[in-house]
């Protein structure tokens, strides 16, 4: 399995931006993507990630100014940022996790990183 991520960049505060990440090869059925980011000096955090239900999980700090989405068919995930802060400035890692039944271990894959940095 590989991730493929892309939609960083440079923008003002209280800008948008948007990634997206694709996911080849054989993706097991219960499985959920998501985005991770890690700031300099900081630890990798969960952003947001959603299962192959819908099931969604936002960070606090990013609740009410990011939307996650995703498109089975096409095993696909999208990150929609807006109202962006300084703070948010990070590389944002796409993740999957996915594994074959509920008594099967998981797998854990990671994409390459994009940067996003947000000026002020």
């Known amino acids: 399995v590989q991730l493929q991520a892309s939609g960083g960049g440079l923008v003002q505060a209280g800008g948008s931006l948007r990634l997206s990440c694709k996911a080849s090869?054989?993706?097991?059925?219960?499985?959920?993507m998501g985005w991770y980011r890690q700031a300099p000096g900081k630890m990798r955090e969960l952003v947001a990630s959603?299962?192959?239900?819908?099931?969604?999980n936002l960070a606090d700090s990013v609740k009410g100014r990011f939307t996650i989405s995703r498109e089975n068919a096409k095993n696909t995930v999208d990150l929609q940022m807006d109202s962006l802060k300084p703070e948010d400035t990070a590389v944002y890692y796409c993740?999957?996790?996915?594994?074959?039944?509920?008594?099967?271990?998981?797998?854990?894959?990671w994409g390459q990183g994009t940067l996003v940095t947000v000026s002020s």
């Open positions: 090869g054989t993706i097991d059925s219960i499985n959920t």
């Open positions: 993740h999957l996790i996915m594994r074959s039944s509920v008594y099967t271990v998981a797998h854990n894959f």
């Open positions: 959603i299962s192959q239900v819908g099931d969604m």
